[in-house]
């Protein structure tokens, strides 16, 4: 329980929102709010019984999941939960964090929502359900096309929400890894991975090695070889840009790297992988 409930926002934070007083079509399905919010300089929620729930779609760094058991960084591409009647709160923790949520009632259609408890984690769902919500707040509450648009929220929303109360480690751990190799350029860390897995580092360690029969790390490494392989065969880049396209400060780690992975150079493999394949076609001379 925190000591005080709160709702700071600072005045430099900017936030578009579409409810159910502008739309009362997100009544009847049980939402009570939506918003795009830019937050900065400061930003602060603290609610001991919430009467909703809340799901947020984090699309940059910088925002801690608040909780009985502490703080939690919420990494960009995250989705978070907080469920209704459960302590809980958000915090901003950088200079600014970029966010899209939604509030939904307490009412049976959400009640399996309950089972979720606060959770963190990574969806395929997380950039539809974002664009959608934009299209929302663009077209306005008068907007004929409304309807159509919250028939697909709702579900997008059921397909996140029930998929991830029933999806099993191995399912979220799929899904990190989509999460991964798309931004393989950034600086991921054990701790960073398994906040979004919603575990400790040391159940995320056991998830990998019953998935893929190695740590985390060695894990990360092998998608970046492999992203490397690619870019190195289908592209002239320089090794600096390439290096830092998988995650590498500077060409010299990177080219280390690959040769302990592969056991060339990047310009070996690069130089063999593009040797022109002999057809087996022999030249036929005739006498003249």
Same mark, same amino acid.
């Given at each position: 329980?925190?000591?005080?409930?709160?709702?700071?926002?600072?005045?430099?934070?900017?936030?578009?929102?579409?409810?159910?007083?502008?739309?009362?079509? !997100?009544?009847?399905?049980?939402?009570?709010?939506?918003?795009?919010?830019? *937050?900065?300089?400061?930003?602060?929620?603290?609610?001991?019984?919430?009467?909703?729930?809340?799901? !947020?779609?984090?699309?940059?760094?910088? @925002?801690?999941?608040?909780? @009985?058991?502490?703080?939690?960084?919420?990494?960009?591409?995250?989705?978070?939960?907080?469920? $209704?009647?459960?302590?809980?709160?958000?915090?901003?923790?950088?200079?600014?964090?970029?966010?899209?949520?939604?509030?939904?009632?307490?009412?049976?259609?959400?009640?399996?929502?309950?089972?979720?408890?606060?959770?963190?984690?990574?969806?395929?769902?997380?950039?539809?359900?974002?664009?959608?919500?934009?299209?929302?707040? %663009?077209?306005?509450?008068?907007?004929? !096309?409304?309807?159509?648009?919250?028939?697909?929220?709702?579900?997008? !929303?059921?397909?996140?929400?029930?998929?991830?109360?029933?999806?099993?480690?191995?399912?979220?751990?799929?899904?990190?890894?989509? *999460?991964?190799?798309?931004?393989?350029?950034?600086?991921?860390?054990?701790?960073? *991975? $398994?906040?979004?897995?919603?575990?400790? $580092?040391?159940? *995320?360690?056991?998830?990998?090695?019953?998935?893929?029969?190695?740590?985390?790390?060695?894990?990360? %490494?092998?998608?970046?070889?492999?992203? $490397?392989?690619?870019?190195?065969?289908?592209?002239?880049?320089?090794?600096?840009?390439?290096?830092?396209?998988?995650?590498?400060?500077?060409?010299?780690?990177?080219?280390?790297?690959?040769?302990?992975?592969?056991?060339?150079?990047?310009?070996?493999?690069?130089?063999?992988?593009?040797?022109?394949?002999?057809?087996?076609?022999?030249? %036929?001379? %005739?006498?003249?």
């Amino acid at each position: 329980m925190f000591e005080r409930e709160c709702l700071e926002i600072a005045q430099s934070c900017e936030e578009r929102m579409l409810g159910r007083e502008g739309l009362p079509l !997100l009544g009847e399905a049980g939402v009570f709010l939506t918003g795009l919010s830019v *937050l900065r300089d400061h930003y602060l929620i603290q609610r001991n019984r919430p009467a909703f729930h809340i799901l !947020l779609l984090s699309h940059s760094e910088g @925002g801690m999941l608040l909780t @009985g058991q502490g703080e939690t960084p919420i990494p960009a591409g995250a989705l978070v939960f907080l469920p $209704a009647a459960l302590p809980g709160g958000l915090r901003l923790a950088g200079e600014n964090w970029h966010t899209s949520w939604i509030l939904l009632d307490d009412v049976p259609r959400w009640q399996h929502l309950h089972r979720l408890g606060h959770r963190c984690w990574v969806s395929r769902e997380e950039e539809s359900l974002h664009h959608l919500l934009q299209l929302m707040h %663009t077209e306005g509450s008068r907007s004929a !096309l409304q309807p159509q648009l919250l028939s697909l929220l709702l579900t997008l !929303l059921a397909r996140v929400l029930r998929g991830e109360a029933r999806g099993t480690p191995l399912d979220r751990l799929q899904g990190l890894q989509r *999460l991964v190799e798309g931004r393989l350029d950034e600086p991921w860390t054990v701790p960073r *991975l $398994a906040s979004l897995m919603a575990c400790s $580092a040391p159940h *995320l360690h056991r998830l990998c090695q019953q998935a893929f029969g190695m740590g985390p790390m060695t894990w990360l %490494t092998g998608l970046r070889m492999e992203k $490397a392989r690619q870019l190195l065969l289908y592209t002239d880049w320089p090794l600096g840009e390439l290096a830092g396209r998988v995650g590498y400060s500077d060409g010299a780690n990177f080219a280390n790297r690959f040769r302990r992975a592969t056991g060339q150079t990047p310009g070996e493999f690069r130089r063999l992988g593009r040797r022109p394949v002999a057809t087996g076609v022999a030249q %036929t001379h %005739t006498d003249g």
